[in-house]
Every structure is written in C-alpha cells, then in structure tokens.
Nanobody, 125 residues
Framework: VQLQASGGGLVEPGGSLRLSCEAS????????VGWFRRAPGKEREFVAA????????YYADSLKGRFTISRDNAKNTVYLQMNSLKPEDTAVYYC???????????????????WGQGTLVTVSS
C-alpha cells in the first residue's frame, strides 16, 4: 500500500510541470487526495486537494489560477498541473490520501494518513 509521487524536475520560470500521484495496493478513488509542499527552510504547506470522486477541488489562495488538481480513476492517479512556475514554487511536493477529510479539513496536514515520498521541483533559470 503506497503512494508514488513523480514528475518533478528542473524547469525555467514561466514553465510548466505535471506531477503524478499513483496509488498501489488501494483504490485512490475512495480517498480525498492532497498535494503539499515544503520549500527549503520552510514548513510543509497545503497546495491543493480534491475530494473523493472529484466532486470538489481546493487550492491555496496564492496558487489559484496557476495550479490545477485532477484525478483519473482508471489510472488510480491524481495529477497536479503547475503552470507559470516561479522560483518560489521550488519545493519538495508530496501527495497524500485521506479517507476522512471533509470540506473543512481538506487543507490540514493532519487529515491525511497516507503519504508519498515526495518529488523535487526546482524552478530556476
């Protein structure tokens, strides 16, 4: 039972990346999924989340319009499309799954019990 985050890498400012979070050993469709990130020297912070079944999506206010979370249940995968990347988006990005998160708790780290290992995104020229 695990989550595998992938898709990170080095990208120039203004570029795009799509991160993937693939589940194995369980059906991700039945879980809310969140993306979080930890920038160098900073605490882990909420990025985006999607409810079970994709009924709702939630974003950090500062990222709205640039990042999009989606899910492909057939592939047991959740994606994070990141556009117009900035140097301050540089961080390790983690995906996490929650069986119990509700609208009011989707942004909380403590709501998520299953975590992937993280994928590094570096935005630099």
């Amino acid at each position: 039972v695990q989550l595998q985050a992938s898709g990170g890498g080095l990208v120039e400012p203004g570029g795009s990346l799509r991160l993937s979070c693939e589940a194995s050993g369980f059906t991700l469709e039945y879980f809310a999924v969140g993306w979080f990130r930890r920038a160098p020297g900073k605490e882990r912070e909420f990025v985006a989340a999607i409810r079970r079944g994709g009924a709702g999506t939630y974003y950090a206010d500062s990222l709205k319009g640039r990042f999009t979370i989606s899910r492909d249940n057939a592939k047991n995968t959740v994606y994070l499309q990141m556009n117009s990347l900035k140097p301050e988006d540089t961080a390790v990005y983690y995906c996490a799954a929650s069986a119990s998160a509700i609208i009011s708790t989707m942004r909380r780290i403590s709501s998520y019990g299953r975590w992937g290992q993280g994928t590094l995104v570096t935005v630099s020229s």
